[in-house]
């Protein structure tokens, strides 16, 4: 057992592990964020993508020790004034937030224009996927702002969608990205004010 | 691509009808930010996490399992093999009521049938505590010789896979029969102008949903009802199994979903996973966590059904398809709840969109020893293409006619609906005819079919497709919904219908929200749980839409109705003179009078003397719609599915003449939804079944060596298609003919897009390269190694795996077996 | 997995002395994306993990003086990626951001690879098909050997239990006119089904590699694609169809790797 410390969505979690433990299981189970999933533990459907440092990993094939020290963004981390960790699953959490996006207009500036675009597209159906492939976009569309509808497939190329047939998630993509980069040259206009 | 609705629509200001617009979906939040609960994220006070082992051989006696050293490993509770359960749980064999055949068992006992079977589980503090333990389980077996290959199992000299099994109608492997006789084969044989005879082969596939099968089981001793989270597609199937199995009464089984990450088939059944855990929980009295691994779920979920299809198609001269004959020899895995009835759909709806007059179908059900085999997207209804729609374009070649005329000629279009098809289909309404052209004309059909770029080709498929069924099994085909108006003037909805991704928050939010004039925002639905859900079967066959949707319309009918009486009471209007929208009931054209759905409520909950004299002060109106289909006949005919939607789809590919890679370059689907409700939502149905479909045609497959080792339960090596892989799927039409049976004139839109797209690729690969495939998938081996053997024989066409020197199969219809079992007069007609 | 020690050295010193204190079943990690794949099937047992991904010095890219290539074996496949290399260089960068996905490429390094010696893994096939050299430091020292010489002919490198591999080095942006890497893989994110490597040599001659294929990247004399099918996987040995297929695609990719490597020379 070690004792480590990982900066999760902000917040310093630390906790004495089993060597074995993943970063997968760390955020689950020890940090609370059940929105990293584990679809297959062989790194192929990329259910359990998160940030760590600013790169994005399959967390199930990273050890929770080898990011001792680091800081790691889960989905929850996307629009964290909205999330908290669950540490116990009640029957009422179960029954998921079937709230309309869009009812709750007023602070949907806390979503990030990936999931907004995802909401709007319908690029999500059972959305066990959904976290992953968000995380893999989100890292990818920082680097490249203006891809293509190929460098968008390319940028999934390891996760698995079994619902989709991906088209959506490709047309989300090309809007988050419109998004970001509108995003962008507001914040520039505000700095220079 | 469907327009986005406005953003005014999507603020719950109501337009005029919710149903038809593609209002963004209520599942959403959760599902995006990551407070979606999934089964593996469920997390009880006191739970312990258990773990299986299971078998790594296929075929062997069971001599001894030995927990004991496992017992004793840190952190272990319990440990369970076959022979602790002995007649303690009793075996189970079908979906929910029946147990014909016993098949199933939690672990092996006395024989292992398939790698991957169950054979002991460990509970312990914590997951690796129970994997460490499940090194200390002592195995003893015995090898018995393996039967991968459902041609070998039906041998007389083959071993017996199911030996404790006297099946009703079947022997040896041979587990069940079916048999369809439609009209005189003899006569259209003898009276055909051509008749084209091949032998196809067909691929099992996995539904792979990335959210494993698993459960949290929690038995509360004191009250005595164990409690079962399930990601499951069906409440009731597991209940009603689960407390027969456990010899308890189904009031004491409580089954309650988290959200389900898809299932498209693969978990439309109690599995063995979902006894242990139940076993384990209420030997300890403590929640029992049981998630199965990726690898288990390849090995011991339910897979695609393979098939060895001896097919035969009989035309005239012009063109009109006037019989069809076929030999079946249908791979079930080592036991099977759904897999014989496959076979029975998938062949009684796969011959649509054809009326054809003369049928006659043989099919030998059978064990080996591989991978159960079950339900997926399409039900059979792939397979049957695979064959059917190639042999239409081979018919079209030897007659020299445009398979795109051969279709249009033989298609379903009736004058006068409803058409009672020969296999008995009610066909109430469709535009395949209008579809098959739509698709065709979208990827430029008649260009390229007259000159094509080298290496590419076009093809096409069709089909129609159950939107319910009437399975053999159970006679029933119906859904529930109760709906409550609460107090406030929102709406609960109660269903035991499953959503996995089929968007059931959304879609029966918009049936509600048009019917009763209740905000599409201020209606939920609440998750199915089998205490407080009306009873209905659960979501597969593409029948929530449909089946559903029709109760929840008729629910909410009923529901709209009683608080028009309270309000032309409370307002002495006159009932007909009221509707409801804008969350009121208010006089007709006059959306800003009448009275709140909230005051409305109020009545009926807390201020009873304002309602009519003799209303029963409730709010909740129940309504269950069990659809007018029809049993199975012993002929193998009749409607099984209340309507049938249509899918034309039309392939344009490229084969790479130095790699083999075949990359579909253009596709169109159009299809007959009926009424959508939901625009954007049905598209992604439709590109979903795609996909499957792609997969099952170019790469998914299990393959299994000879020992029975399944060497593809990994996504590393099952070729799921990834985002990388799959052409742009643009070309989506909807040419809706509503359903007639259906009130709000729905069609099933889960399902459709699978089924034609292997027929359509195999179609387009032939007129890409002039090699015709009999065996999927169409891999870039199987294909470049094709067109080297074509070449090297100058061949002018070549069928693979047929023409290949190492074929061992019969390679002309006179080789072909007879159908096993008994003459025509011991049949049960 | 079963359990382990894991620890974290700061130098190459400390870690070589870890490694020998914990033994033949130590392992050393740098990005851990096929051992960790290997520990949780159970494949993999080590008693300890040794990670070289926080020792200095090991995650950089320079040229020598002699022109070489000279990059830190717990480099990543992203930062290759990302690197700015001159010459045939460009093709190291560009395989290195062509394989597996984004966020393997995050963890995965170029080390990691050639320990691993995955027979369909990119970098091992392309080290030796370029003639490139590695170090590698233990208690006995520091040691320099060529890429063909770290794989065994069965699988597997030649390196002890104790060697800790530090650093790679490609040979001089002038050594080659042009270098082509080829491969074919099912779906994008699969290791290669075959892959070939074709470096044209100054005076214009061929320096081929095939990887894949056999149990390890072999060097072939041939220079034409039917003899180096001929030479990798004989049609006598080529009697399953995977084995049929691989033969075909080595002459095929062959011929798309001189083609292009003669078009990049003459440009």
Redesign the interface.
């Known amino acids: 057992m070690q004792e480590i410390t990982l900066t999760v969505n902000g917040r310093a979690v630390t906790a004495t592990v089993?060597e074995?433990t993943l970063l997968l299981e760390y955020v689950?189970d020890v940090a609370g964020?059940?929105?990293?999933?584990?679809?297959?533990?062989?790194a192929?459907?990329g259910?359990c993508a998160v940030e760590v440092d600013g790169d994005v990993v399959k967390s199930c094939n990273v050890l929770a020790l080898q990011c001792d020290g680091a800081s790691v963004t889960?989905?929850?981390g996307?629009?964290p004034q909205?999330?908290k960790p669950?540490?116990?699953?009640t029957?009422q959490?179960?029954?998921?937030?079937?709230?309309?996006?869009?009812?709750?207009?007023a602070d949907a500036d806390t979503?990030h224009p990936l999931?907004q675009a995802?909401?709007?597209?319908?690029a999500?159906?059972?959305?066990?996927?959904?976290?992953g492939m968000?995380m893999v976009l989100k890292d990818f569309l920082e680097d490249n702002p203006e891809p293509t509808?190929d460098e968008?497939?390319?940028a999934?190329?390891?996760?698995?969608?079994?619902?989709?047939?991906?088209?959506?998630?490709?047309?989300a993509a090309m809007d988050a990205a419109e998004q970001m980069r509108q995003d962008t040259v507001r914040a520039a206009a505000a700095g220079d004010a | 691509?469907t327009d986005?609705l406005p953003?005014e629509a999507?603020?719950?200001v109501r337009r005029d009808k919710l149903v038809g617009t593609?209002?963004?979906?209520?599942?959403?939040?959760?599902?995006?930010?990551?407070?979606?609960?999934?089964i593996?994220?469920?997390?009880?006070?006191g739970m312990l996490y258990a773990k299986i082992l299971r078998s790594t051989t296929a075929h062997a006696r069971l001599l001894g399992v030995d927990t004991s050293a496992a017992l004793g490993m840190p952190g272990v509770h319990a440990a369970l093999c076959g022979a602790d359960l002995l007649g303690k749980v009793k075996p189970w064999g079908d979906l929910m009521q029946d147990l014909l055949v016993g098949d199933h068992f939690p672990f092996a006992v006395d024989k292992i049938l398939y790698e991957g079977q169950e054979v002991a589980a460990v509970v312990a503090d914590?997951k690796?505590e129970a994997l460490?333990a499940l090194?200390e389980i002592r195995v003893s077996t015995e090898d018995l010789p393996v039967l991968v290959d459902p041609e070998a199992a039906i041998r007389p000299d083959a071993p017996l896979i199911q030996e404790g099994i006297n099946y009703e109608f079947g022997e040896g492997n041979i587990f069940d029969r079916y048999r369809v006789r439609v009209g005189d084969i003899e006569a259209a044989e003898a009276g055909a102008d051509v008749v084209v005879r091949q032998r196809f082969t067909s691929n099992r596939q996995a539904?792979?949903?990335?959210?494993?099968h698993g459960c949290v089981a929690s038995y509360d001793s004191f009250t005595g009802v164990l409690t079962l989270?399930s990601s499951t597609q069906s409440i009731f199937m597991v209940r009603d199994v689960l407390a027969d199995t456990l010899q308890i009464p189904r009031n004491r089984v409580r089954v309650?979903?988290?959200?389900?990450?898809?299932g498209?088939g693969s978990k439309a059944q109690m599995f063995a996973h979902e006894v242990i855990a139940s076993v384990l929980s209420m030997q300890l009295g403590r929640p029992v966590h049981l998630v199965l691994?990726?690898a288990e779920i390849f090995r011991a979920g339910t897979a695609r059904n393979g098939q060895v299809r001896h097919a035969e198609l009989m035309l005239t001269r012009d063109g009109v398809i006037t019989g069809y004959r076929d030999y079946v020899v249908h791979n079930c895995g080592a036991m099977s709840l759904w897999g014989n009835q496959v076979v029975h759909i998938g062949t009684n709806v796969g011959i649509l969109p054809y009326p054809i007059p003369n049928i006659h179908v043989d099919a030998d059900i059978v064990h080996t020893n591989t991978a159960p085999g079950g339900p997926l997207r399409g039900f059979g209804i792939p397979q049957t293409l695979w064959a059917k729609e190639q042999l239409v374009d081979m018919a079209a070649e030897q007659l020299g006619l445009d398979p795109l005329v051969v279709r249009a000629r033989n298609v379903v279009n009736p004058e006068t609906f409803p058409y009672r098809t020969p296999m008995g289909q009610v066909i109430d309404s469709t535009s395949v005819y209008d579809c098959l052209h739509k698709a065709a004309e979208a990827i430029e059909w008649e260009r390229l079919r007259a000159d094509r770029p080298a290496h590419e080709g076009v093809g096409l498929a069709v089909s129609m497709k159950y939107t319910s069924c009437r399975h053999p099994s159970f006679d029933t085909d119906l859904s529930a919904v109760r709906l409550r108006l609460e107090t406030d003037g929102t709406v609960t909805i109660f269903s035991s219908d499953v959503s996995?991704?089929?968007?059931h928050?959304t879609f029966l939010a918009q049936i509600v929200g048009d019917i009763l004039g209740v905000g599409?925002?201020k209606v939920?639905?609440?998750?199915p749980?089998s205490v407080t859900s009306p009873f209905g079967l659960g979501t597969f066959a593409s029948r929530a839409a449909a089946v559903l949707g029709t109760a929840c319309r008729q629910a909410a009918e009923r529901l709209r109705e009683k608080v028009v009486t309270i309000a032309a009471h409370v307002l002495e209007a006159n009932p007909e003179d009221l509707e409801a929208s804008n969350d009121r009931i208010h006089i007709k054209g006059l959306p800003d009078t009448g009275l709140y759905l909230e005051n409305l409520a109020a009545y009926a909950a807390y201020r009873t003397h304002q309602l009519p004299p003799g209303f029963e002060p409730t709010l909740e109106a129940v309504a269950t719609y069990d659809t007018p289909t029809e049993r199975e006949a012993p002929d193998g005919t009749g409607n099984l599915s209340v309507t049938y939607s249509t899918a034309a789809h039309a392939a344009h590919v490229r084969v790479d003449p130095?790699?083999?890679r075949v990359t579909v370059v253009d596709y169109a689907m159009a299809h007959d939804t009926g009424v959508v409700i939901n625009p954007?939502?049905v598209?992604?149905q439709h590109?979903?079944?795609?996909?499957?479909g792609i997969g099952m045609a170019l790469?998914e497959d299990y393959v299994y060596d000879d020992e029975g080792h399944l060497l593809t339960a990994?996504?590393?090596d099952y070729?799921?298609?990834?985002?990388?892989?799959?052409p742009?799927?643009?070309k989506l039409y909807e040419i809706p003919a509503p359903s007639v049976t259906i009130p709000g004139g729905h069609k099933g839109a889960g399902e459709s897009g699978t089924g034609p797209v292997p027929a359509a690729i195999g179609n387009a690969v032939y007129h890409a390269t002039g090699v015709r495939f009999t065996e999927l998938p169409i891999?870039?081996?199987?294909m470049?190694?094709a067109l080297?053997e074509k070449e090297r024989r100058g061949m002018g066409s070549f069928r693979y795996p047929d023409d290949m020197p190492e074929f061992s199969g019969p390679r002309t219809a006179e080789e072909w077996p007879e159908p096993t079992g008994a003459d025509e007069g011991d049949l049960l007609l | 997995?079963?359990p382990f020690t894991f620890l974290a050295p700061r130098g190459l010193d400390e870690a070589v002395a870890m490694l020998g204190e914990h033994g033949p079943d130590a392992r050393v990690i740098a990005g851990g994306q096929s051992l960790l794949l290997a520990m949780k099937e159970?494949l993999a047992r080590p008693s300890a993990l040794v990670s070289v991904a926080g020792v200095a010095g090991l995650r950089d890219w320079t040229y020598s003086e002699s022109g070489q290539l000279d990059i830190g074996a717990a480099t990543t496949y992203a930062e290759l990626a990302e690197a700015a290399l001159r010459g045939w260089h460009a093709e190291i960068a560009a395989v290195a951001g062509n394989l597996a996905d984004r966020p393997v490429r995050t963890m995965g390094t170029l080390g990691g690879a050639l320990c691993q010696a995955d027979p369909r893994f990119d970098m091992p096939a392309l080290a030796v098909g370029v003639g490139a050299e590695v170090d590698t430091v233990s208690a006995d020292g520091v040691r320099t050997r060529s890429a063909d010489e770290l794989f065994r002919p069965e699988g597997g490198t030649v390196l002890g239990p104790g060697e800790i591999l530090t650093r790679v080095r490609y040979p001089a942006a002038d050594a080659y006119r042009a270098v082509a890497f080829e491969k074919?893989r099912?779906?994008?994110?699969?290791a290669a089904l075959v892959s070939v490597v074709c470096a044209v040599r100054p005076d214009g001659s061929l320096r081929l590699a095939v990887g894949a294929v056999r149990p390890r990247p072999v060097l072939v004399s041939a220079t034409d694609p039917a003899g180096i099918a001929d030479e990798v996987l004989p049609a006598a040995e080529a009697t399953t169809?995977?084995r049929?297929?691989q033969r075909?695609?080595i002459a095929?990719l062959a011929r798309?790797a001189i083609d292009r490597v003669n078009d990049d020379a003459r440009s």
Do not use: W
């Not at chain 1, 669950?86 to 699953?89: A, D, G, P, R, S």
């Not at chain 1, 959490?93 to 207009?105: E, M």
């Not at chain 2, 590109?687 to 499957?692: A, E, I, K, T, V």
């Not at chain 2, 070729?719 to 799959?726: G, I, M, R, S």
């Open positions: 089993d074995r689950r964020y059940t929105g990293t999933h584990n679809g297959c533990l062989e192929r459907c259910c889960t989905v929850e996307l629009s909205r999330v669950v540490q116990h699953i029957t959490s179960l029954a998921g937030v079937y709230a309309p996006l869009d009812a709750l207009q979503l999931q995802f909401h709007r597209r319908h999500l159906q059972c959305g066990f996927c959904t976290p968000l509808r968008v497939r390319g999934i190329a390891g996760n698995l969608c079994r619902c989709t047939g991906y088209q959506h998630i490709v047309d | 691509m986005i953003r999507r603020h719950g593609s209002v963004p979906r209520k599942e959403d939040l959760a599902l995006l930010t990551g407070t979606a609960r999934y593996d994220d469920i997390k009880l006070p914590t690796y460490d090194e539904g792979a949903a990335l959210d494993p989270y309650i979903i988290p959200e389900v990450g898809a498209f691994s990726r996995h991704g089929q968007s928050a599409f925002d939920n639905l609440a998750q749980d130095d790699t083999g954007l939502v598209e992604g590109q979903g079944g795609f996909l499957m790469g990994s996504f590393k070729q799921a298609p990834y985002a990388t892989e799959l742009e799927l643009t891999t870039p081996d199987r470049l190694l080297r | 997995m079963k159970r074919f099912y779906r994008q994110f699969d169809r995977l049929a297929y075909e695609l095929v798309r």
